[in-house]
């Protein structure tokens, strides 16, 4: 079987590597990110003056529900989210939040195209650096986006020895986010060079950050997903011509 390296946070992957199974290929999993809550953020009590919360990553649910203190999740729960990805809403239901709209494109564009007018509405962003949002994107919509940055990814402990050790294996490798793509360049320059060349694997990329992230260090030959989820990595994946 072809061999795929999934680089999603190690709670996130087992989901992608049982399609990737599915799908005929043999995944190997080495995550290239993992989230860290910056709890004195979180414990600013001017936090929760808006009126409701934008979650624009579902990596941030589950790190909120082990991480973040009870009354925190508590606070949180009891505002509206808005979610930019329908894939986020067993996660904020699961949170104990009310989820008060999503798009029916999941994505940053197709909630602005749906989301309806406001008037003045204030919504907390709960975000890291690499995930702010831009407020003059909204304002058009009557929003006013709150960014607030508290949580971090850094490269998981040994991502270069396990990257190291699989790479002769793998024939493509799965980005779901930027930090997964710079976390790589990081730890493992000699082997990232080799992206998309005849001498190294397919980079496909879950969406514009990803692709960003690669363009911007010079990978070549890298496919975006038409959606930004699991099912379309693989989509992504299969448009893949693999040589023996």
């Known amino acids: 079987m072809i061999g795929i390296l999934n680089t999603r946070p190690r709670e996130q992957a087992s989901g992608l590597s049982a399609r990737l199974r599915q799908a005929g290929y043999e995944p190997h999993e080495v995550p290239l990110v993992e989230l860290v809550l910056k709890s004195e953020e979180l414990n600013d009590p001017g936090l929760f003056n808006c009126d409701g919360v934008l979650v624009s990553s579902p990596n941030l649910i589950p790190m909120l529900a082990a991480q973040a203190p009870a009354k925190i999740r508590k ?10 990805s329908a894939k986020a809403r067993p996660q904020a239901e699961a949170f104990g939040a009310g989820v008060a709209f999503v798009p029916k494109q999941s994505s940053l564009e197709g909630f602005l195209a749906e989301f309806p007018r ?24 009557g929003v006013t986006v709150l960014n607030r940055i508290v949580y971090a990814p850094r490269c998981p402990a040994g991502a270069g020895l396990a990257l190291e050790t699989v790479w002769p294996e793998v024939k493509a490798i799965l980005f779901a986010s930027g930090s997964a793509v710079t ?7 000699a082997l990232a060079k080799t992206l998309g060349s005849t001498q190294g694997p397919q980079p496909v990329s879950i969406g514009p950050s990803a692709t960003e992230a690669l363009r911007a260090r010079g990978a070549k030959n890298f496919r975006q997903a038409p959606t930004a989820d699991d099912a379309g990595l693989i989509a992504a994946l299969n448009t893949v011509t693999f040589s023996p």
Not at 75 to 84: E, F, T, V
């Open 75 to 84: 606070a949180l729960a009891a505002k509206p989210w808005y979610l930019l």
């Open 118 to 141: 406001q008037n003045g509405l204030r919504l907390l962003h709960l975000c890291s650096s690499k995930t702010r949002l831009f407020p003059e994107d909204f304002t058009k919509l």
């Open 183 to 189: 976390n790589l360049f990081s730890v493992a320059p």
